[in-house]
């Protein structure tokens, strides 16, 4: 008889007569009962008794050990306790953890099968816990990961969301990061309220980096003084990395803002930026040649990216926000650098930011220059993405100053810059500051990320003159806790033409999207009190105290983004045609938005949160809810008739893939192929971004290989002064061959220098510029539908 052979005098009740029991395994289920050595076989002897052969099971820490039934039991006890706190219903008592281990036993011999593995026993189990009615119990207690063929595929780049981020390279980490990626997502979609997943995963709403949703905030933009004052704690704590003290010099300086956003990343799921870049960099610059500065503008550049540290072994996904000069409201302002606030206290002299202007205006050239020159092949640089702001403070020249320093450059020269890269590369975004809704002057303000926007003010900031005054520590730090978008089109489909109807189903969709945020804050407060996000909670020394400092995200303030997908398609559905095509359909548009705009402000005084209504940049998101339109048989002739993209093709491949070329056009935007003039365009976005405070862009795509600078700035100058839009890029196709490394204006199949096919085409995906090869089919599918303009089109 094999050693493992029991006796017992029944097999439903053998563990519980006291037999003699094995050494448990102390982990999962997979962990325990992995494929099993020998088949099962139950024989009865001659005195009645039954004798069990139940095989050894196999561990994951490489051990053997004899089934028990017990494992199962004590596994429910211990799972199913996460309904009670992600679900609020009550765990499994223990008499029934016993009556569905029993069945799982009772199943499993009556299997008669070879091999048993650990899924398996997990699935039996969930399979009993549903037919039993327990769907709360079941979803804690499954599993998640991936089919071992899937996995393969990740590894070999396909598969699982390949095309799902542009900004991920071609390497082992990206593979592993998907893997993990599709675990979290399955573990958040089974753990979140049922009703909240079915919306997202039947397309009503789209919770916006599923796989960090429980772990991490969405994204932020810093505050360099803080760190220019306490130093870098790279891990939040000083436990695990070295702690810096504040950098003494310029290229420490340099080198703690590259790492503090890499850093950062470990923390956030989005974005990270700098506001006010220049300025607070300034003081390091005090005295130094121009070609000095150039230089500590380019090790910034290059680090910034070279390295691929951030999740997926991608780069880090950052902005800085330059202005030409100092900005009036920060002349008066103690500097904040070297580890001391220049007031005139703690043994410092009183320094103003005012007083480096000349290093603000350098440190801008040198910017421009750096990207200018581009990479060693002459590839403009992704990241950092430079946010250039157009201020009412640099729309006149300071002509004293200017007088006293005929070396340096004027603000006027320096805008012209900008230009010439946005003529070069298509690189610079433009935040325009100019609208009086932009507040320039009475806050801060800054675009983040691929178009979200964030300001702080008197009026909504308790503590902004302290923060201004770095007192205690108090700073700025502006970000989101979380994006959430939704189906606009869905919500014109179910409508049935009833503009009532529209407007409750869309603030239906904000209800839901409300659930998503207090679950997100419920989620995440024990992590934040367990220590699970120690950079943005960090409390570095004070390097004047010797105390804890200021925290370095309040996290209270950040914001909740409700984004907007195809409100063009939502309008040409209800009224039959597209924003562009008639008056009707541009003003619901407007009222709906409104609408959104109005009732998001009740939402934030009725949960004390604050809702900002945004443009999503939806580099998946258009695909991902009109494919699943597409796919709900209700939908799919109502789709047909809105969507965009390559529809026949989509309706022939879906039953092969879900990676179609359609899409819902972007936010409150034209279509991107709409064969409309580029000042009918304008005008009609123009209109949505005092609407859309939470951040919109406006798309202007080149088709010149090499448009006119000076023409750029004119027309550029000409949009700030005299429209609504806060934020614009011109975007120049470009490509590069990979052979002989030639840069070449517009989208190549070919190299002109050297004949290879071996082509990697760039152009701007949502927000940033990337390579084309890594974007989805329906980006793809929007490169090609882009309707482009040249300078004539400028005037």
Same mark, same amino acid.
């Given at each position: 008889?094999?050693s493992?052979?029991?006796i017992?005098?029944?097999?439903?009740k053998?563990?519980?007569?006291?037999a003699?029991?094995p050494?448990?395994?102390?982990?999962?289920?997979?962990?325990?009962m992995?494929?099993l050595?020998?088949?099962?076989?139950?024989?009865?002897?001659?005195?009645?008794?039954?004798?069990?052969?139940?095989?050894?099971v196999?561990?994951?820490?490489?051990?053997?050990?004899?089934?028990d039934?017990?494992i199962? %039991? #004590?596994?429910l +006890?211990? @799972?199913?306790?996460l309904? !009670? /706190?992600?679900?609020?219903?009550?765990s499994?008592?223990?008499?029934?953890?016993?009556?569905?281990?029993?069945?799982?036993e009772k199943?499993?011999?009556?299997?008669?099968?070879?091999?048993l593995?650990?899924?398996?026993?997990?699935?039996? %189990? #969930?399979?009993? +816990?549903? @037919?039993?009615?327990?769907? !709360? /119990?079941?979803?804690?207690?499954?599993?998640?990961g991936?089919?071992?063929f899937?996995a393969?595929?990740?590894?070999?780049?396909?598969?699982?969301e390949?095309n799902?981020?542009?900004?991920?390279?071609?390497n082992?980490?990206?593979?592993?990061?998907k893997?993990?990626?599709?675990i979290?997502?399955?573990?958040?979609l089974?753990?979140?309220?049922p009703?909240?997943?079915?919306?997202?995963?039947n397309?009503?709403?789209?919770?916006?980096?599923?796989?960090?949703f429980?772990?991490?905030?969405f994204?932020?933009d810093?505050?360099l003084?803080?760190f220019?004052?306490?130093?870098?704690?790279?891990?939040?704590?000083?436990?695990?990395a070295?702690?810096?003290?504040?950098?003494?010099?310029?290229?420490v300086?340099?080198l703690?803002a590259?790492?503090?956003?890499?850093?950062?990343?470990?923390?956030?799921?989005?974005?990270?930026?700098?506001?006010?870049?220049?300025?607070?960099?300034a003081p390091?610059?005090?005295?130094?040649?121009?070609?000095?500065i150039?230089?500590l503008?380019?090790?910034?550049?290059?680090e910034?990216?070279?390295?691929?540290v951030?999740?997926g072994?991608?780069?880090?996904?950052?902005?800085?926000?330059l202005?030409?000069?100092?900005?009036k409201?920060?002349?008066?302002?103690p500097?904040?650098?070297?580890g001391?606030?220049?007031?005139?206290t703690n043994?410092t002299?009183?320094?103003v930011?005012?007083?480096?202007?000349r290093e603000?205006?350098l440190?801008?050239k040198?910017?421009?220059?750096?990207?200018?020159?581009?990479d060693?092949?002459?590839?403009?640089?992704?990241?950092?993405?430079?946010?250039?702001?157009?201020?009412?403070?640099?729309?006149?020249?300071?002509?004293?100053?200017?007088?006293?320093?005929?070396?340096?450059?004027?603000?006027?020269?320096?805008y012209?810059?900008t230009?010439?890269?946005?003529a070069?590369?298509g690189?610079p975004?433009?935040?325009?500051?100019?609208?009086?809704?932009?507040?320039a002057?009475?806050?801060?303000?800054?675009?983040?990320?691929?178009?979200?926007?964030?300001s702080?003010?008197a009026?909504?900031?308790?503590?902004?003159?302290?923060?201004?005054?770095?007192?205690?520590?108090?700073?700025?730090?502006?970000?989101?806790w979380?994006?959430?978008?939704?189906?606009?089109?869905?919500?014109?489909?179910?409508?049935?033409?009833?503009?009532?109807?529209?407007?409750?189903?869309?603030?239906?969709?904000?209800?839901?999207?409300m659930?998503v945020?207090?679950?997100?804050v419920?989620w995440?407060?024990?992590?934040?009190e367990?220590?699970?996000?120690?950079f943005?909670?960090?409390?570095?020394?004070?390097?004047v105290?010797?105390?804890?400092?200021?925290?370095?995200?309040?996290?209270?303030?950040l914001?909740?983004?409700?984004?907007?997908?195809?409100?063009?398609?939502?309008?040409?559905?209800?009224?039959?045609?597209?924003?562009?095509?008639s008056?009707?359909?541009f003003?619901l548009?407007?009222r709906?938005?409104t609408?959104?705009d109005?009732?998001?402000k009740?939402?934030?005084?009725?949960f004390?949160?604050?809702?900002?209504?945004?443009?999503?940049?939806?580099?998946t998101t258009?695909?991902?809810?009109?494919?699943?339109?597409?796919?709900?048989?209700?939908?799919?002739?109502?789709?047909?008739?809105?969507?965009k993209g390559d529809?026949?093709?989509?309706?022939?491949?879906?039953?092969n893939t879900?990676d179609?070329?359609?899409?819902?056009?972007?936010?409150?935007?034209?279509?991107?192929?709409?064969?409309?003039?580029?000042?009918?365009?304008?005008?009609?976005?123009?209109v949505?971004?005092?609407i859309?405070?939470g951040?919109?862009?406006m798309h202007i795509?080149m088709?010149e290989?090499?448009?006119?600078?000076?023409?750029?700035k004119?027309?550029?100058?000409?949009?700030?002064?005299?429209t609504?839009?806060?934020?614009f890029?011109f975007?120049?196709?470009?490509?590069?061959?990979?052979?002989?490394?030639?840069?070449m204006?517009?989208?190549k199949?070919a190299?002109?220098?050297c004949?290879s096919?071996?082509?990697?085409?760039?152009?701007?995906?949502t927000?940033?510029?990337?390579?084309?090869?890594?974007?989805?089919?329906?980006?793809?599918?929007?490169?090609?539908d882009?309707?482009?303009y040249?300078?004539?089109?400028m005037?």
């Amino acid at each position: 008889m094999q050693s493992d052979t029991k006796i017992i005098e029944d097999p439903d009740k053998g563990f519980e007569k006291g037999a003699v029991q094995p050494a448990r395994d102390k982990g999962s289920l997979e962990a325990s009962m992995m494929p099993l050595t020998e088949p099962q076989s139950l024989q009865q002897t001659l005195d009645g008794q039954f004798i069990s052969t139940m095989p050894k099971v196999r561990t994951t820490d490489g051990h053997m050990v004899q089934w028990d039934r017990n494992i199962v %039991v #004590n596994q429910l +006890l211990k @799972e199913t306790t996460l309904s !009670e /706190w992600y679900h609020n219903i009550s765990s499994i008592s223990k008499d029934e953890a016993h009556d569905v281990a029993k069945e799982t036993e009772k199943r499993i011999r009556g299997m008669n099968i070879k091999f048993l593995s650990g899924p398996l026993i997990r699935e039996l %189990v #969930n399979m009993i +816990l549903l @037919e039993r009615g327990h769907l !709360e /119990w079941r979803n804690v207690s499954t599993r998640v990961g991936s089919p071992v063929f899937d996995a393969c595929e990740i590894d070999q780049g396909s598969g699982f969301e390949a095309n799902e981020n542009a900004n991920l390279q071609e390497n082992a980490e990206t593979a592993h990061k998907k893997k993990a990626d599709k675990i979290s997502k399955e573990q958040y979609l089974l753990l979140l309220p049922p009703k909240i997943a079915d919306l997202h995963l039947n397309g009503d709403l789209h919770i916006h980096d599923l796989e960090y949703f429980g772990t991490r905030a969405f994204c932020q933009d810093w505050d360099l003084r803080y760190f220019f004052y306490y130093g870098l704690m790279p891990d939040g704590s000083g436990a695990k990395a070295s702690v810096a003290g504040p950098a003494m010099k310029a290229e420490v300086a340099m080198l703690h803002a590259v790492k503090a956003l890499g850093s950062a990343q470990t923390n956030f799921a989005g974005g990270q930026g700098f506001y006010n870049f220049l300025t607070f960099c300034a003081p390091f610059f005090e005295g130094k040649p121009y070609k000095e500065i150039e230089q500590l503008m380019q090790m910034f550049v290059y680090e910034m990216t070279q390295m691929m540290v951030a999740r997926g072994g991608q780069l880090v996904f950052s902005s800085v926000q330059l202005s030409p000069g100092v900005p009036k409201m920060w002349r008066d302002k103690p500097v904040v650098y070297r580890g001391r606030v220049w007031d005139g206290t703690n043994g410092t002299e009183k320094r103003v930011y005012g007083d480096y202007e000349r290093e603000v205006r350098l440190g801008f050239k040198a910017m421009m220059n750096v990207m200018l020159e581009g990479d060693y092949w002459g590839k403009p640089f992704n990241f950092p993405k430079p946010e250039i702001s157009i201020e009412p403070d640099f729309m006149e020249e300071d002509e004293m100053f200017n007088r006293a320093n005929p070396e340096l450059p004027t603000y006027d020269e320096l805008y012209t810059m900008t230009f010439e890269l946005t003529a070069k590369y298509g690189t610079p975004y433009f935040d325009n500051q100019l609208p009086e809704y932009r507040g320039a002057g009475e806050g801060i303000s800054c675009y983040q990320c691929c178009a979200y926007q964030f300001s702080a003010n008197a009026d909504s900031d308790s503590e902004f003159d302290e923060k201004m005054y770095f007192n205690e520590g108090k700073h700025f730090s502006m970000g989101s806790w979380q994006v959430i978008s939704l189906n606009c089109p869905r919500a014109a489909y179910l409508a049935e033409n009833d503009d009532e109807k529209l407007f409750s189903h869309l603030k239906h969709l904000m209800d839901e999207a409300m659930e998503v945020f207090q679950t997100k804050v419920k989620w995440l407060k024990p992590i934040i009190e367990n220590g699970r996000m120690p950079f943005a909670t960090q409390q570095p020394k004070d390097p004047v105290t010797g105390k804890k400092g200021a925290i370095a995200v309040d996290i209270d303030s950040l914001v909740f983004t409700i984004g907007v997908i195809g409100i063009n398609e939502m309008v040409q559905y209800h009224t039959g045609s597209q924003m562009h095509e008639s008056r009707d359909a541009f003003k619901l548009a407007i009222r709906a938005m409104t609408e959104m705009d109005i009732y998001g402000k009740e939402l934030s005084r009725k949960f004390g949160m604050e809702i900002a209504l945004a443009r999503t940049p939806a580099e998946t998101t258009g695909q991902r809810f009109s494919v699943s339109d597409l796919l709900h048989e209700e939908f799919r002739d109502k789709v047909i008739s809105v969507v965009k993209g390559d529809v026949k093709a989509a309706v022939e491949g879906i039953k092969n893939t879900h990676d179609l070329p359609i899409y819902y056009t972007n936010g409150t935007h034209v279509p991107p192929g709409a064969d409309v003039s580029l000042v009918d365009r304008i005008n009609i976005e123009h209109v949505f971004f005092p609407i859309v405070d939470g951040g919109d862009i406006m798309h202007i795509w080149m088709g010149e290989g090499s448009p006119d600078a000076k023409g750029l700035k004119d027309f550029a100058m000409n949009l700030a002064r005299n429209t609504q839009l806060g934020y614009f890029a011109f975007t120049k196709d470009m490509s590069v061959c990979m052979d002989d490394f030639h840069m070449m204006a517009g989208l190549k199949d070919a190299c002109e220098n050297c004949g290879s096919d071996n082509i990697e085409q760039l152009s701007r995906v949502t927000g940033y510029i990337q390579a084309v090869g890594g974007w989805n089919a329906a980006k793809k599918q929007e490169l090609e539908d882009r309707k482009r303009y040249n300078s004539a089109d400028m005037v």
